[in-house]
Each structure stands twice: as structure tokens, then as C-alpha cells.
């Protein structure tokens, strides 16, 4: 690969990660890999598959980082995997399974984080025949984009019952998520109890909805809102679409730019409004916007389910830049103009 094909900087975290795993190479990558949750080795894995030949060099500014990261003092500690797989090579599968749930006490949810690693379609004919609040207090409990593709593969029926439950629900007692998480030890595997979780509720209900696709956001909504046409609203007051970009600060528009790639934003401009892209272009350099606007040009029609596909990534990342608290989601009006 010549010099000039590797003139940009890596920007993204994750292909920041991605090619330092790909350097690594696949024996020290599998010890990191195994660390890490279902969504972090799947994205890493499409990442990994999808990237291209990288010149070496671009591995001195990640190497630096990392280095200078680990020299303030990076916290040390063993998660709940890496105690889970001490135990299982200490003492072998059946002995440490007899342990791991007096082990970590106060983990309610470990049967359910399970059903993490399976893909959305498994996951759902896995718990499609329960019933309805069962199903909706397991969602609560998963991202909300895996809630999303989970909900997609229910009848119409049973996604408005879901939702309808979800977006009522106002806790977990702890009795009921034990007696739900050694349901699904029987199936995959398990843990034990602690206190009332705070999930459910109109915003759980409605960052669920921003990853089902627009024409079955649109058909479970109008199911509530003949339930009950307040809590419609409330529901759609809370949900975050790729238009509420507007909401959020230029700051956090540039921090946001940082960790998405120039192709992604391309695509998902393509359905964006006029002010929405303006608001994009004056957060780049008078450069990187005159290129962004010759790029959006000569990209020609794209398909509206790339544009959603594409919209709903960068939604993931804003969720991610939230919780982190690198980014502020604003537009909601008062206090709760910040989550």
C-alpha cells in the first residue's frame, strides 16, 4: 500500500480497536476478545471483516494513545466474565457452575445477558411463546437496538402488546426477576437476586421503537395511542430520531463526527433535511464540508432501508457518546432536556 492511500488518521474508535486486534494477530486478539461483551466482538468482528489493507504507520498515533492512557493510571480490575472464566479453568465446567452464582451475589440478570450472544431471530422464537410481560420485562434488559431487532420478528399482535407492557412498566420486582432468570437458566444458563431494577417506562418503550424501522414504529404507536393516547405521546415526546441531531450542541456534533465514518454520514445525509446537513457542514472544516457536500452530491439515489440502516448506526453511537457523557441530548424542554 502506497504512502498517499494512508494520509487520514484512524478517527474511530472502533476501527481503533479493530486494527490493533487485526496486528496483534488472531492468539493474543482471542485473550481481549473473550473480555468483552456480544455487541463489542460482534462489531469488532464486522469491523475486522469489512477493513481493508492499513499501512503500519497508522498504528504509531493508536500505540501512543494507549501508552499514554495506561501512564495516568488506568483503573485494574476483574469483571464478572473474567471471574466466571478463572472459576470454569480453576475447577472445570460443573464445579464452577455450582459456585459462580453464590460468587456473584446481587447478579439478577446473568440467565438474561445470555441471551445477548444469540442473534435477534434465535433470541425471539426463543421467548416469543411467553407471555407478553415476561417478554417485556427480558427487553428492558437488553440493548435497546437488540430489543429492536427482537421485536421485529414478533406478529403485529404480540410487538404492540410488548411495547404497550414495556412502556407501563415502571420496575422489576426482585422476586419476579429471579423467578424469570431460573426460567432461562433452564434454557441457557444463570445467576440470582438483588433489588428492584429501574426499567421500563415511556423512554425505555421509546428508545426500543428507534431501532424497529418506521413503518412498524408507526403501526405500534397508533395501537397505543388507542390504548391510551396519552402515554402515545409521551412515548413519542421521548424517542430520539436522526433529525433530533438539530438538538444537540455544535461541540457534540464534533464529537460525534469523530466517531463515524465519512461513508456512514454520506448515506444517512442522504435522508436528512436541508438544516440537519447545514448543521453538519459548519462543525467540519471548510474542507472536509467542501468534500462532504461534492461526495453527498455525486452519491446518487440510495435506498431509503440504507438511509434508515445507515441513520440508526449513528443513532447507536449517539446513545453511546451520551452514556459516556461526552455528549449532551437536549430539545426535550426544562430539566429533562438532559439524559
Not at 438474561?112 to 407478553?132: C, F, G, Q, Y
Not at 426500543?208 to 412498524?216: P, Q, T, Y
Given at each position: 500500500?502506497?504512502?498517499a ?10 476501527e ?5 486486534l487485526?496486528?496483534?494477530g ?7 476478545l ?11 468482528g ?5 477493513m ?5 504507520s ?32 480453576a475447577?472445570?465446567d460443573?464445579?464452577a457452575?455450582?459456585?459462580i452464582?453464590r ?36 427487553l ?9 431487532e427482537?421485536?421485529?420478528n ?12 414495556i412502556?407501563?412498566?415502571?420496575g ?5 426477576l ?20 429501574a ?27 388507542e ?5 402515545a405521546q ?18 457534540g ?5 469523530r ?6 454520514l ?11 446537513r ?17 461526495d453527498l452530491?455525486a452519491?446518487g439515489?440510495?435506498r ?12 447507536k453511537?449517539?446513545h453511546k ?19
Amino acid at each position: 500500500m502506497s504512502p498517499a492511500a494512508t494520509a487520514s488518521p484512524v478517527e474511530d474508535g472502533l476501527e481503533k480497536s479493530a486494527l490493533l486486534l487485526a496486528a496483534l494477530g488472531p492468539n493474543e486478539a482471542a485473550g481481549i476478545l473473550k473480555h468483552l461483551g456480544p455487541r463489542e466482538v460482534q462489531n469488532l468482528g464486522m469491523k475486522m471483516a469489512n477493513m481493508p489493507a492499513q499501512d503500519r504507520s497508522k498504528l504509531e498515533p493508536i500505540l501512543e494513545e494507549l501508552e499514554e492512557h495506561f501512564s495516568k493510571g488506568a483503573s485494574v480490575y476483574a469483571d464478572q466474565e473474567q471471574i466466571r472464566e478463572m472459576l470454569v479453568k480453576a475447577l472445570g465446567d460443573e464445579r464452577a457452575a455450582n459456585l459462580i452464582g453464590r460468587v456473584l451475589q446481587g447478579s439478577d440478570t446473568a440467565g438474561i445477558e445470555n441471551l445477548k450472544w444469540l442473534d435477534p431471530s434465535t433470541a425471539a422464537d426463543l421467548i416469543k411463546n411467553e407471555h407478553p410481560q415476561i417478554i417485556a420485562t427480558i427487553l428492558v434488559h437488553l440493548g435497546y437496538d437488540q430489543a429492536g431487532e427482537i421485536l421485529k420478528n414478533f406478529s403485529d399482535r404480540l410487538k404492540n402488546d410488548v411495547v404497550l407492557r414495556i412502556a407501563t412498566l415502571d420496575g422489576v420486582q426482585p422476586q419476579a426477576l429471579k423467578e424469570l432468570n431460573e426460567s432461562l437458566m433452564i434454557m441457557l444458563s444463570g445467576a440470582q437476586t438483588a433489588k428492584k431494577a429501574a426499567m421500563g417506562g415511556p423512554r425505555h418503550a421509546a428508545e426500543i421503537l428507534n431501532f424497529v424501522g418506521s413503518a412498524a414504529e408507526t403501526a405500534i404507536l397508533d395501537n397505543v395511542r388507542e390504548f391510551d393516547a396519552e402515554l402515545a405521546q409521551k412515548i413519542l415526546d421521548e424517542m430520539f430520531v436522526f433529525e433530533n441531531l438539530l438538538d444537540i450542541d455544535d461541540r457534540g456534533i464534533q464529537t460525534l463526527l469523530r466517531e463515524i465514518q465519512s461513508d456512514s454520514l454520506i448515506v444517512a445525509l442522504k435522508g436528512a433535511s436541508p438544516e440537519l446537513r447545514e448543521k453538519i457542514f459548519k462543525n467540519m472544516s471548510s474542507r472536509a464540508a467542501e468534500i462532504m457536500r461534492e461526495d453527498l452530491e455525486a452519491k446518487g439515489p440510495v435506498r431509503l432501508s440504507e438511509v434508515e440502516a445507515e441513520q440508526k448506526e449513528i443513532l447507536k453511537t449517539v446513545h453511546k457518546l451520551s452514556e459516556d457523557g461526552r455528549i449532551v441530548l437536549g430539545g426535550k424542554g426544562g430539566d429533562d432536556a438532559f439524559v
